[in-house]
């Protein structure tokens, strides 16, 4: 159960896209569909951004996507509102029937 | 609308025990699966534990497999985490969640989180 490999920082200008990374291996987001999103503001529970690598809930903004290829999941932002600056975490089932997070991205909107 | 809420935590001993609940509101509890994710003080996140709708089913991270035992009780919308042999590494604050439908694939996320209790061990 190793955590999966996040930039601990990203950072991008008003209206600027930015793209976080999520490297795992071939038995976590590798092999799976099951990577989730999550974006987490100070002192505040996580909320879920992105489902099943690709899927938002209701309520979630389009400007926020999710993509895999191999190995390594990323989320997008797009649009960057001053709000997004925030804590971003990925996870991935990594089979039995376990889920391993990653270490966690900062992202500051300058 | 759902409601997941924590409590049960504190300050404990190391090596003594503690159990937290987390009592749900607005939806069939007992057709859910639970999860328990933990975070350290200025850390990342970790899951801790799953448990099945039923109960029937439940997994554990390493770091806690054999210290830690989750459970549910459908009858009264709660599920608890029985924390044994604790140790300063356990010092978090402990998040109940859920996931969006029933679904086998909803156990690996949680779309609806509780506000936390937190746990910290110290002498």
Known sequence: QSALTQPPSASGSPGQSVTISCTGTSSDVGGYTYV????????????????????????????????????????TVSGLQADDEADYYCSSYAGSDVVVFGGGTKLTVL | QVQLVESGGGVVQPGKSLRLSCAA????????????????????????????????????????????TISRDNSNNTMYMEMNSLTADDTAVYYCARGLSTGYSDNWFGAYWGQGTLVTVSS
């Not at chain 1, 987490?40 to 926020?64: M, N």
């Not at chain 2, 607005?26 to 099945?52: C, D, H, N």
């Not at chain 2, 997994?59 to 210290?67: I, L, T």
């Open chain 1, 36 to 75: 989730s999103w999550y974006q987490q503001h100070p002192g505040k529970a996580p909320k879920l951004l992105i489902y099943e690598v690709a899927a938002r809930p209701s309520g979630v903004p389009d400007r926020f996507s999710g993509s895999k290829s191999g190995n390594t999941a990323s989320l």
């Open chain 2, 25 to 68: 509101s607005g939806f069939t509890f007992s057709r859910y699966g639970m999860q328990w994710v933990r975070q350290a003080p200025g850390k990342g996140l970790e899951w801790v534990a799953v448990i099945w709708s039923d109960g029937s089913n439940k997994h554990y991270a390493d770091s806690v497999k054999g210290r830690f």
